[in-house]
C-alpha cells in the first residue's frame, strides 16, 4: 500500500496529475488556495474531457483566513423558455433525454466561480497572480495536447454509439473518426481560444461579453432553450456551508458541506447517522462497517428525495434536517441486523472532486462537472465548449420534488466535503460517481477519523458502491473484488444484494483526501483508480 504525500508549504490533489501540478506551481508561485485551484480547475476541464468542462457547474466549500468557512455555488437554472410545455410541445411528455439540445436546458455555471473565488481571494486573501497565468497551463495544454488517458479511451468507445450524432462531438472528440488511443496526443485548439479569452477578457465574458453572444447563438441552433437572456442574469452565490458537529466516533469533529441544490446534506446526514450507530467500529473493511454505512445511506437518500431541490423551492430549512431531534429519530429506524429493501433507480453522474491547502491554512474543496460522461454530448462549433446536461434530471411531473420549472436550479449530486478535526487539524475530501459521491465521502472520512488509516490508505481499501454511478447501469450493492470472501458472504447473509465489480474500478469514484496538521504538517492521499497525484512541496 502506498503511504501519504507530506509538505509543510502547500499540497493539492486531484484526479488527473497535471491538474494537481498546475495547483502547486501556482502555490510555489506564492499563489493562495483559491488561486490554486482556479489553475487546476482549467486544466482539468483539458485534460479529463470525458468528466468535465467549462461548459458545467462548480461548488466550492473554502476555508477562509481565520478558520471562517464559505462556500460558493456556481450551478446554473434553466432556461427561462424552458417549461414543461415547452417539451411537450417537441413531443417529450416522459423524462428529458440525456442527450442533444433539450438535455442542454441550463446555463452552465463554474466559470462564474472562478471568478467569484478569484475576487475574494484579490478581496480577502492577497491573491496576485494574473487570470492570465492561472490559465495559462489549460491553454498551453489544450493547444499543444494532452496525452489521452486509458479512462478518456475507454469512455469514449463505451458512449460513441450514443454520442456520435450528436452536434460536434465527433469533430472534437474523435479525430479523423476514431476513438483517441491511450498515450496518443489529444488537441483541443477552440477550447485553448475560448480560454484565452476568459483569460484576457474575464470569466464575465461567458456570461456578459462577446463570448456570451457566440454561445448563446451555438446553443440555439443545437436546440438548447438557453438565451443570451438567460446567460446574462446568471451569478455565481456567495453561500454559508452546512455544518455538523460529530461528537462520539469523530471525537468531536465538525464537518461542512454545500448548501442545496447540492446533496452535501445526504453526505453529513450519513456522517450524523454513523454517529449515533453502535456496532460498527472494529473494522475498516468488515460487513458492519458497510452494512451501517449502506443503512445509512438508504436512510438519507429517502430524505433527500422526499425534500432536496432548488432551495428556492423547498418547503423546510435545510438545516432542519441535520438537527439532533431529526437525526435522533432517523436513527432508530436503521436495523443492524438485516438489510432494508432497496428498488429505487439511483442517479449516475461524472464529475471531478479535487483539494487544496496553503501554506496559511486557506483550503478549497471544489467540485466541477457536466453530469453524464460528455454532458448532453452537443460541442458548440466556435468555442469547442461541451455543454453540459445536468438539466436532464428535472422532472416533467408536475407534482415531483425536482419538477422542472423556468429559471430552477436542477437537484445536484456534487458536493465538496471539509471538516475541522477534533485535534485543531483540517481536513478536505471528496471523489467524483453521482449518488456514490456521498457513500464515499464518509467512507474515507470514518477510515480516517475512526479507524486511523492515513490519507492514502482510506483511499486505496476497497470500496463498495450502493446503486449507481457512470458508466453503470444496475443498483445492487457493488463491492470491489479485494473485499474478504467473509465480508461479502456476510452481507449477503443480511440481505444485501451483493455484486463484485473490478478490484481497482472507477465506478467507487475518484477519492482524494488532504489533511493539515496542527502543527502545520500537510499530508495527502489521491486515488489509484484515477490518473491522479496528490502533490506537495
Known amino acids: 500500500m502506498a503511504q501519504s504525500v507530506y509538505g509543510l508549504r502547500g499540497i493539492a490533489v486531484a484526479p488527473h496529475s497535471l491538474a494537481a501540478e498546475s495547483a502547486v506551481a501556482v502555490l510555489r508561485e506564492g499563489g493562495n488556495a483559491l488561486e490554486a485551484m482556479i489553475a487546476a480547475a482549467a486544466t482539468i476541464a483539458v485534460v479529463y474531457p470525458h468528466m468535465n468542462s467549462i461548459g458545467g457547474d462548480g461548488f466550492w466549500v473554502i476555508n477562509g483566513p481565520n478558520n471562517r468557512p464559505a462556500g460558493i455555488d456556481a450551478s446554473?437554472?434553466?432556461?427561462?423558455?424552458?417549461?414543461?410545455?415547452?417539451?411537450?410541445?417537441?413531443?417529450?411528455?416522459?423524462?428529458?433525454?440525456?442527450?442533444?439540445?433539450?438535455a442542454a436546458n441550463t446555463v452552465a455555471g463554474t466559470l462564474s466561480g472562478w471568478g467569484a473565488a478569484y475576487e475574494l481571494s484579490k478581496n480577502s486573501m492577497d491573491g496576485k497572480l494574473p487570470l492570465s497565468r492561472l490559465l495559462a497551463d489549460a491553454i498551453f495544454l489544450a493547444n499543444h495536447g494532452i496525452p489521452v488517458t486509458a479512462s478518456q479511451h475507454l469512455c469514449t468507445q463505451a458512449k460513441r454509439a450514443e454520442l456520435e450524432p450528436q452536434q460536434g462531438f465527433t469533430e472534437s472528440f474523435l479525430p479523423g473518426g476514431e476513438v483517441?488511443?491511450?498515450?496518443?496526443?489529444?488537441?483541443?485548439?477552440?477550447?485553448?481560444?475560448?480560454?484565452?479569452?476568459?483569460?484576457?477578457?474575464?470569466?464575465?465574458?461567458?456570461?456578459?461579453?462577446?463570448l456570451a453572444t457566440m454561445l448563446a447563438d451555438e446553443l440555439g441552433q443545437a436546440g438548447s432553450p438557453i438565451t443570451l437572456a438567460d446567460l446574462h442574469s446568471h451569478q455565481a452565490q456567495m453561500v454559508a456551508p452546512l455544518s455538523l458537529q460529530l461528537a462520539n466516533q469523530a471525537g468531536n469533529t465538525k464537518a461542512f458541506n454545500m448548501t442545496p441544490p447540492s446533496q452535501g446534506l445526504v453526505s453529513l446526514m450519513i456522517l450524523g447517522l454513523m454517529d449515533r450507530v453502535k456496532g460498527w467500529d472494529l473494522d475498516p473493511e468488515g460487513a458492519a462497517f458497510v452494512h451501517a454505512q449502506v443503512e445509512a445511506t438508504k436512510l438519507a437518500f429517502g430524505v433527500r428525495d422526499k425534500h432536496l431541490t432548488d432551495p428556492a423551492f423547498m418547503t423546510l430549512d435545510p438545516s432542519s434536517l441535520l438537527s439532533d431531534d431529526f437525526l435522533d429519530e432517523l436513527a432508530t429506524r436503521l436495523d443492524m441486523s438485516r438489510a432494508a429493501s432497496w428498488g429505487k433507480k439511483s442517479s449516475p453522474g461524472d464529475t471531478i472532486w479535487m483539494g487544496v491547502i496553503d501554506k496559511n491554512g486557506i483550503a478549497a474543496s471544489f467540485i466541477q462537472s457536466i453530469y453524464h460522461e460528455f454532458g448532453s454530448g452537443i460541442v458548440l462549433p466556435g468555442s469547442g465548449v461541451n455543454w453540459q446536461n445536468r438539466g436532464c434530471s428535472f422532472s416533467l411531473n408536475p407534482t415531483h420534488i425536482n419538477t422542472l420549472e423556468p429559471s430552477k436550479k436542477p437537484f445536484h449530486t456534487l458536493n465538496p466535503a471539509m471538516a475541522w478535526r477534533a485535534d485543531g487539524g483540517l481536513m478536505v475530501y471528496g471523489?467524483?460517481?453521482?449518488?456514490?459521491?456521498?457513500?464515499?465521502?464518509?467512507?474515507?472520512?470514518?477510515?480516517?477519523?475512526?479507524?486511523?488509516?492515513?490519507?492514502?490508505?482510506?483511499?486505496?481499501?476497497?470500496?463498495?458502491?450502493?446503486?449507481?454511478?457512470?458508466?453503470?447501469?444496475?443498483?445492487?450493492?457493488?463491492?470491489?473484488?479485494?473485499?474478504?470472501?467473509?465480508?461479502?458472504?456476510?452481507?449477503?447473509?443480511?440481505?444485501?444484494?451483493?455484486?463484485?465489480?473490478?478490484?481497482?474500478?472507477?465506478?467507487?469514484?475518484?477519492?482524494?483526501?488532504?489533511?493539515?496538521?496542527p502543527n502545520g504538517v500537510m499530508e495527502g492521499g489521491y486515488d489509484p483508480r484515477s490518473n491522479g497525484a496528490a502533490v506537495a512541496f
Request: proline content about 5%; cysteine-free; aromatic content about 8%.
Open 431 to 517: 471523489t467524483m460517481g453521482g449518488d456514490g459521491q456521498p457513500q464515499t465521502q464518509a467512507t474515507i472520512f470514518q477510515r480516517n477519523v475512526t479507524f486511523g488509516d492515513h490519507p492514502q490508505q482510506a483511499i486505496e481499501r476497497p470500496r463498495w458502491l450502493l446503486g449507481r454511478t457512470w458508466g453503470n447501469s444496475s443498483d445492487s450493492l457493488k463491492l470491489e473484488s479485494r473485499f474478504a470472501p467473509e465480508t461479502i458472504n456476510a452481507l449477503r447473509a443480511l440481505g444485501h444484494d451483493v455484486e463484485t465489480i473490478g478490484a481497482w474500478d472507477e465506478a467507487v469514484g475518484h477519492a482524494g483526501m488532504l489533511i493539515r496538521h
Open 76 to 102: 446554473g437554472r434553466s432556461a427561462k423558455t424552458a417549461t414543461r410545455d415547452w417539451y411537450a410541445k417537441q413531443g417529450i411528455t416522459g423524462t428529458i433525454p440525456f442527450r442533444g439540445g433539450v
Open 180 to 210: 483517441p488511443l491511450q498515450g496518443s496526443l489529444f488537441k483541443q485548439y477552440r477550447l485553448a481560444d475560448t480560454l484565452s479569452k476568459i483569460a484576457a477578457q474575464g470569466t464575465e465574458t461567458f456570461y456578459r461579453g462577446p
